[in-house]
């Protein structure tokens, strides 16, 4: 079974940046695509970014196309989610997801 634990969440001023992190244990944890969602305060979950198992894919939100970059590093079993020119409307829990299994949250506040 697959574990996975995000960290690097934090308060941050509007145009501000931060780098999440995802870590994955359990077997064959790199052959996977993973992606990141949040869910902001009395809204549904909803998808942020996706990466292929190789990392030639990658998918984004059009809320976060050209501000948000989603990268892996296999050898660490780790995926990155790279979140530059932050706006108050980013604020949410994000959470990692891989297949039915997703990580306990992290929380991102961004200040106007």
């Known amino acids: 079974q697959v574990q996975l634990v995000e960290s690097g969440g934090g308060l941050v001023q509007a145009g501000g940046s931060l780098r999440l992190s995802c870590a994955a244990s359990?077997?064959?944890?790199?052959?996977?695509?993973m992606g990141w969602f949040r869910q902001a305060p009395g809204k549904e979950r909803e998808f942020v970014a996706s990466?292929?198992?190789?990392?030639?894919?990658?998918s984004y939100a059009d809320s976060v196309k050209g501000r948000f970059t989603i990268s892996r590093d296999n050898a660490k079993n780790t995926v990155y989610l790279q979140m530059d020119s932050l706006r108050p409307e980013d604020t949410a829990i994000y959470y990692c997801?891989?297949?039915?299994?997703w990580g306990q949250g992290t929380q991102v506040t961004v200040s106007s």
């Open positions: 359990g077997r064959n944890s790199n052959f996977y695509g």
């Open positions: 997801k891989r297949g039915s299994c």
């Open positions: 990466i292929s198992w190789s990392g030639s894919t990658t």
